[in-house]
């Protein structure tokens, strides 16, 4: 299973960036999706994840209201609306994989098991 992330770049503060990640195989919608964050000397954060189907999404705290994932499951993409962007959502930016049958949606790093190369977002102030 290979993840490709893309759409990171530098924003100003306040503003707006979308992500996406593309997944590689044709059983997409067996795979929960999740992204998380990392700055240098941190630990990997949640950020966000959505259900095979999309009925559900969870956030981490620091973005919930801000930020949106979604995904099209014909396309293959999982995608993180970011809005109202802060300084301190600078980071690289990883999508991930797990497919499981699972009645909730994972927030830890260790429950997924691909992972993408990351994109990075800055956010000036």
């Known amino acids: 299973v290979q993840l490709q992330a893309s759409g990171g770049g530098l924003v100003q503060a306040g503003g707006s960036l979308r992500l996406s990640c593309a997944q590689s195989v044709s059983t997409f919608r067996t795979y929960i999706m999740g992204w998380f964050r990392q700055t240098p000397g941190k630990e990997r954060e949640f950020v966000g994840a959505?259900?095979?189907?999309?009925?559900?999404?969870e956030y981490g705290d620091s973005v919930k209201g801000r930020f949106t994932i979604s995904r099209d499951n014909a396309k293959n993409i999982v995608s993180l609306q970011m809005d109202s962007l802060k300084p301190e959502d600078t980071a690289v930016y990883y999508c991930?994989?797990?497919?499981?049958?699972?009645?909730?949606?994972?927030?830890?790093?260790?429950?997924?098991?691909?992972w993408g190369q990351g994109t990075l977002v800055t956010v000036s102030s």
């Open positions: 991930a994989a797990v497919r499981a049958i699972l009645t909730h949606v994972p927030t830890t790093e260790g429950a997924y098991d691909y």
């Open positions: 959505i259900s095979r189907s999309g009925a559900t999404t």
